[in-house]
């Protein structure tokens, strides 16, 4: 009782606290000529906030002078007790969530991402690396290691990004080798017998003309859970990934950067786990074969399930591995500068997990294979003088993607029997030689031309204007068999223009003021082997304004964005009354917000960190089947838009404690809290998340001369079950939930060297 009493006072204070942090910074806004004369008259200013060189916005660009929703983590805040995956990223972006679904990367921002989870799906925010598009969703958790930062964009990117960036993009930036010998070497051990070993080392081969990097990551664990029904372990991970980087410079107007990386993954990880039934009983299908689930067997137990393990006949399956190159040519010739970004990248997983969530060996056995290979060509140019800003380019993307969805339909009959479908008489196992397939290959061809120029009007106000021509094809061509085999080739393509104007005045050097107008393209989609209709593309218009500030000093500084975002023909995807994975275009949809960031400085060595959002993400118009009520058609008109929390807040606090010759210890704390979610168009209780929040925490030692340090650090230490997702099944199997978890309490230590 007293726990359920000071969580519901946390939640009560923490949607004030979201609301405090926006006021503040509005004041902030408010009065920034008073706050700099009074820094200016500090008899003793401490060291101010350090700005960062950001790439976001295709050219090199101080954050603070970017007329943008910007964010960037620097590589000071990367690593095992920081922010160690994408998915970790959600704790130091304002509106960024981040759940995988099967081992596929579901990125929200602003409360628009991926939701379908048919083969050949696209998410709504475009994620890079170096640059460089890597376009499957479950390609995108590898890789995050020997960062020098990541780069996030919040907003349609319609212009500098093209497609599958309606809400945003991501980009990791990898480090370079430089002119001298450098690298590191870190070793972490944690709970669950975590154990992860990470290093890099580069430097010279001729000089400053040719450089090599190469740099390597080894991540293993024991489970999270386990599958009750067996005792093995679930949702553990054994995976490497290694990556070698050489860049040339023939001439001091030439750099030449070839990449080339691999990694491996082969666990248990990525397990469905059951959360219970919605409209029919519990374990209808399994007390049919007489099976049970972990609900009636912690039932019969007398105590309540364990939502981390599952109970299951089919152990989960996780096997991926790909590999990738990226060449970069970099021309600079005075105020002209053009960049060329080659790309090829090849990927395949195979997944397995239970559908019917239960120890009963029938027709859930769920076999998922996606094998991509993608080439991208872009070419990037800019050219600068005082006044004029001139940024164009042009890319071409190709894919081709093989896919196949396989379950076995074992016992199949003996529920078509009770359902009085098929006589009695059928045998029990007449079709368990046959599969619910889904198999084919989508191949995708696009184009996209684009232009942005920003001229000065004034030493203070600028205006921007730009757009881009994208022209996307798709084809597919495949089977779909359940019980009957269905044709499934289909093409189409689309042609969409994307405008922005942006209107930015520079108060003084440290005030930025930006109103932007941009209209986002997501295109169309076939998904593989899917009787789905072609997708229409889905397109939105945003409005923002937004204002960055500091200090004189730069001891403290605020952003401040407001939006509202206009879409049409939102995708979404969902299981249908026929037990079929199928995407739709909603109708329309709105979004519209609030997002400060404070940073503080006050003291010598104490930064203070502080967001908070607001967001209203709601359908405008959507009339679709709910599963509660037999898929009768209903309007989801007004309900909140998936991985949509109305507020957020995160709060951070960070000191360096001098110890004279010795070194110096840095204590860290944040929390981080989430308003209520849902993870179905309906917004019903069955698929919510409530609110949470996750606090992490770390000590660490550096020596004097920075090449020796000791990471003590732990996070989620409230240990809270936080549910990351959450499917509605097929009918078929009682339409029961399955889904993600985020992990539980983590710690351990970390020992680096840097040399």
């Given amino acids: 009782m007293v726990r359920r009493h000071l969580s519901i006072r946390f939640d009560s204070a923490a949607r004030r606290t979201a609301l405090a942090v926006l006021l503040a910074g509005t004041a902030l806004v408010a009065t920034p000529a008073v706050a700099q004369e009074a820094a200016q008259s500090a008899d003793q200013p401490t060291e101010g906030l350090a700005d960062i060189v950001v790439t976001a916005t295709r050219s090199s660009e101080s954050l603070s002078k970017v007329a943008a929703s910007v964010s960037a983590v620097s590589a000071a805040d990367l690593g095992v007790g920081g922010v160690k995956d994408v998915a970790s990223l959600a704790t130091a972006i304002p509106n960024l969530s981040v759940g995988d679904q099967f081992g596929v990367n579901r990125i929200f921002i602003r409360g628009i991402g991926l939701t379908s989870i048919d083969l050949g799906a696209d998410g709504g ?19 995050f290691y020997d960062l020098d930062r990541v780069e996030v964009l919040r907003g349609p990117q319609g212009t500098l990004y093209g497609r599958g960036a309606t809400a945003g993009a991501i980009n990791l930036i990898t480090k370079k080798p430089t002119d001298h010998v450098d690298g590191y070497l870190r070793a972490s051990y944690g709970n669950y017998n975590a154990i992860a070993l990470e290093g890099a080392v580069g430097g010279p081969i001729a000089g400053d003309k040719l450089m090599a990097r190469v740099s390597a990551k080894f ?28 860049v040339a410079k023939p001439s001091e107007d030439l750099e030449v950067t070839l990449s080339g990386e691999y990694f491996n993954e082969d666990d248990s990880n990525y397990a469905f786990h059951y959360f219970g039934p919605t409209v029919a009983p519990e374990n209808l299908l399994g007390s049919i074969l007489g099976g049970k689930s972990l609900f009636t067997v912690a039932a019969a137990a007398g105590k309540p399930a364990n939502i981390r393990n599952i109970w299951s006949d089919q152990e989960p399956l996780n096997q991926r591995h790909g590999y990738s190159f990226t060449g970069t040519i970099d021309w600079n010739k005075g105020d002209l500068d053009v960049k060329s970004i080659t790309s090829y990248h090849k990927f395949k997983r195979f997944n397995r997990d239970d559908l019917d969530a239960s120890d009963a060996n029938m027709f859930g056995q769920n076999n998922y294979i996606e094998d991509s290979k993608s080439f991208s060509q872009e070419f990037v140019g800019n050219y600068k003088t005082d006044k004029l800003d001139i940024l164009f380019g042009a890319n071409y993307f190709h ?10 339909l074992t016992n199949l009959a003996v529920l078509l029997k009770i359902a009085g479908q098929v006589p009695p008489f059928v045998p029990d196992n007449a079709f368990d030689s046959f599969n619910y397939l889904q198999n084919g290959t989508v191949t995708i061809d696009a184009l996209g031309f684009y232009a942005q120029g920003t001229y000065a009007l004034t030493d203070k106000f600028k205006i921007t204007a730009g757009g881009r021509f994208s022209h996307e094809k798709r084809k597919g061509v495949g089977t779909f068999d359940f019980l009957g085999s269905v044709n499934t080739d289909k093409a189409k393509s689309w042609n969409a223009f994307t405008p922005t104007v942006t209107l930015n005045y520079q108060a003084n050097d440290s005030t930025l003021l930006y109103a932007s107008v941009t209209r986002g393209f997501k295109s169309g989609v076939i998904n593989v082997g899917s009787r789905n209709d072609v997708i229409n593309p889905e397109y939105v218009w945003s409005y923002e304004l937004g204002l960055k500030t500091a200090t004189a000093d730069r001891k403290l500084q605020a952003n401040i964005a407001a939006f509202y975002m206009d879409y049409t023909d939102l995708q979404v995807g969902f299981v249908d009354a026929t037990s079929v994975v199928t995407t739709v275009n909603a109708a329309s949809a709105r979004n519209y917000g609030i997002e400060a960031e404070l940073k503080a400085k006050p003291l010598p060595g104490l930064t203070l960190e502080l967001f908070g959002t607001y967001l209203n993400a709601k359908y405008r118009k959507f009339v679709t089947g709910d599963y509660r009520q037999a898929f009768k058609q ?52 069955d698929a919510t998340q409530a609110p949470y929040a996750l606090i992490n925490a770390g000590l660490r030692f550096t020596s004097s001369n920075d090449k020796y340090y000791v990471d003590v650090w732990g996070r989620n230490l409230a240990n809270k079950l936080v549910i990351t997702n959450n499917i509605i099944t097929a009918p078929l199997f009682s339409s029961v939930r399955v889904g993600s978890v985020a992990p539980p309490r983590t710690y351990g230590v970390t020992l680096g060297v840097n040399f």
Wanted: proline share 4%.
């Fill in 125 to 143: 925010v475009a994620f890079l690396q170096d640059g460089a598009q890597i376009a499957r969703p479950a390609a995108q958790l590898s890789g």
């Fill in 399 to 408: 894919e081709k993607l093989y896919g196949e969805v396989r379950v076995p």
């Fill in 634 to 685: 209903i309007s989801v008109a007004g309900n909140r838009l998936q991985n949509a929390p109305e507020f957020s807040f995160r709060a951070g606090a960070d000191y360096d404690i001098p110890l004279g010759t010795v070194g110096k210890l840095n204590a860290r704390a944040e929390v981080n809290w989430q308003d209520r979610v849902y993870f179905t168009e309906f917004n019903n209780a």
């Fill in 219 to 246: 991540d293993k664990r024991d489970g999270y859970g386990i599958n009750e029904f067996t005792g093995a372990q679930i949702d553990d991970r054994n995976a490497y990934a290694v990556r070698g980087t050489i």
